[in-house]
């Protein structure tokens, strides 16, 4: 099998699984990736808008084992880092971190979209704030905040 | 106390049976010879063998034994029947009838078939994964020149009507070949009753060795021919050159007529043990989906999609139980089972499919052992799933524009 023991202990033991109030401010949501393409990853950040500091990050992923873990790691790595730090971000760290097999590492690209969709969505919520929102959809799941990236 | 890992996979392949090794073993030392020495004893020996091995293939399915064809397998098989009939009767005519949810074996012999000039019609299925005779009988024209449709799904069991077809076919005077790797072994197959012409099968779905099949070629009413696709010695009446390989012929013999014996009793076992799984499991979780017919199936098989829960990530989950996904996570193409998707299962449940393959060697407890850790490990995806969150806030997914790729 081409999952390392990393992949493996972060599936086995999902860091930061859950969510966060989409609706508040201070947290930044993105949500990528398609249920048809079998990967659909939600991860949220929650900033200190005093400090630009990630505080806290959850997520929750429809996918293999590699995708779990992705997501995972990238709430692991966000916590803590200001959000010019976590814009740094990159697939192929995750990659190496995780030792993604090739076939695996379009997972990897999924979180660094997911960063940057929930980075995106706070940005946009507080720079346009009171202005108006996300451009609401017909559901309202998207309509409230997630931002939903195009990738690939 | 049950033993790990267990394996539910049995429509992927199977485990050698003890016995089939004992009774292949003595040909590898023992009987060496080549089965087309005629000289001497070693020889002798092993065209014996061969021999005793064609009746016993012949007796599961009913045939005679001089219509047994070995192959490498059902692939070989396969190519050979459509290729090998197409090549024969050009002059009669240019078209070939089969299904959207044949097996890979069928469908690239075809398209090559296809890029040579030969029409083929690829008919869709119903939402279990039957085609019907009335979709045959339209679809044939003056010139075709056989009929191809599986005995049994090889992802989802479903059974075709498979004497129906033969019987039109028959009556149209059109050959009719069934790749029947499946199907052999775990429920009757009679290609007298079921007006089969030709028939593909292979020892590792039916407990024997892998590397080894045969092809049924009817003799007679009609007796049908074949260009070969491998020519050398004239072995096998011309229809397939190349030293037999004794041992796993032997082995393939033993298979089979283990199988026909046991069928009555392994076909109710296997069946049970489904039913208590595929129960089991479902009348626990919400949002499950049991692909192919309810009834119209292979005793062992069982396909079940998860909603909100992806395929492969479930199986990292229980990877002490050896299942197969229709996800197809691992592909470049990122296309899930087109198996599930010709019956009209959406992509997102179709990657969200296990196919749970339940064979001889299986026991109830390790039909239990699954059923709690299938639950078990769907429940806590499903907790760690966008999907589930969503649907359970009463969102409909379809409405949402998911950014495709």
Redesign the interface.
Same mark, same amino acid.
């Not at chain 2, 909100?308 to 990530?313: A, F, L, R, S, T």
């Not at chain 2, 907790?383 to 969503?390: D, Q």
């Given at each position: 099998m081409p999952y390392s023991d990393k992949i493996l202990e972060h599936y086995n033991n999902p860091r930061n699984v859950g969510s966060l109030d989409q609706n508040a401010s201070e947290v930044g949501t993105g949500l990528v990736g398609a249920p048809e393409c079998g990967d659909v990853m939600k991860l949220q950040i929650l900033v200190n808008p005093e400090t630009g500091v990630i505080e806290d990050a959850r997520f929750k992923t429809f996918g293999c084992g590699s995708a779990i873990a992705s997501s995972s790691l990238a709430t692991e790595w966000l916590k803590g880092k200001t959000i010019d730090e976590a814009m740094d971000i990159k697939n192929t760290q995750i990659v190496e971190e995780l030792a993604l097999p090739p076939v695996k590492v379009h997972c990897s690209v999924l979180a660094e979209d997911a960063i940057k969709a929930a980075i995106k969505n706070y940005q946009d919520k507080n720079v346009e704030k009171g202005s108006s929102q996300v451009a609401s959809n017909n559901s309202n799941y998207q309509s409230t905040s997630a931002e939903v990236l195009v990738v690939h | 106390m049950v033993k790990l890992p267990i394996y539910l996979d049995n429509n992927s392949t199977t485990r050698c049976d003890p016995k089939v090794v004992e009774a292949m073993l003595p040909y590898f030392t023992e009987y060496y010879g080549n089965a087309a020495s005629r000289s001497h004893e070693f020889g002798w020996k092993a065209e014996e063998a061969v021999e005793a091995s064609r009746q016993k293939i012949a007796k599961l399915i009913n045939a005679t034994p001089s219509e047994i064809i070995f192959t490498s397998g059902a692939t070989e098989s396969n190519n050979l029947a459509l290729r090998g009939v197409a090549h024969m009767y050009k002059a009669k005519g240019n078209h070939i009838i089969t299904s959207e949810v044949e097996h890979k074996a069928i469908l690239d012999p075809c398209k090559r078939l296809e890029k040579e000039g030969f029409e083929v019609t690829v008919l869709p299925v119903d939402q279990y994964g039957r085609v019907s005779v009335e979709q045959i009988q339209d679809a044939i024209r003056d010139k075709t020149i056989l009929v191809s449709i599986m005995a049994a799904n090889n992802e989802i069991g479903t059974l075709q009507p498979i004497t129906q077809i033969g019987q039109l076919c028959k009556s149209k005077g059109i050959l009719f070949h069934s790749d029947a790797v499946q199907a052999v072994g775990k429920i009757p197959v009679d290609v007298q009753a079921m007006g089969i012409d030709l028939l593909s099968l292979t020892a590792h779905k039916i407990y024997g060795p892998k590397g080894i099949g045969a092809l049924y070629v009817r003799k007679k009413n009609p007796r049908v021919r074949l260009e070969s696709l491998i020519d050398g010695g004239g072995h096998e009446r011309g229809m397939r050159s190349g030293t037999l390989a004794v041992p796993l012929i032997v082995g393939l013999g033993e298979a089979c007529d283990i199988s026909r014996q046991l069928m009555p009793e392994e076909s109710q076992k296997t069946f049970t043990l489904r039913e208590r799984l595929r129960t089991g499991i479902m009348n626990q979780l919400s949002d499950t989906f049991l692909n192919g017919h309810p009834e119209e199936r292979l005793p062992g098989n069982t396909n079940i999609s998860f909603a909100?829960? /992806? =395929? /492969? =990530?479930l199986m $990292? =989950?229980i990877k002490d139980v050896a299942v197969s996904s229709g &996800? @197809?996570?691992? &592909? @470049?193409s990122?296309e +899930?089972s087109y198996v599930l998707r010709a019956l009209g299962v =959406? +992509?997102?449940l179709a990657?969200s499919s296990l196919r749970f393959g339940v064979g001889r060697f299986n026991t109830q407890e390790d039909i239990d052992y699954t059923i709690d850790l299938v639950v078990r490990e769907v429940n806590r995806l499903r /907790? $760690? %799933? +966008?999907?589930?969150? $969503?649907a359970k @806030?009463g *969102?409909?997914?379809k &409405? *949402?524009?998911? %950014? @495709?790729?």
């Open positions: - | 909100y829960v /992806e =395929g /492969e =990530g $990292m =989950g &996800s @197809a996570c691992t &592909s @470049a990122l +899930p =959406g +992509p997102e990657h /907790e $760690m %799933s +966008p999907l589930y969150e $969503m @806030a *969102i409909d997914l &409405s *949402i524009e998911w %950014s @495709a790729h």
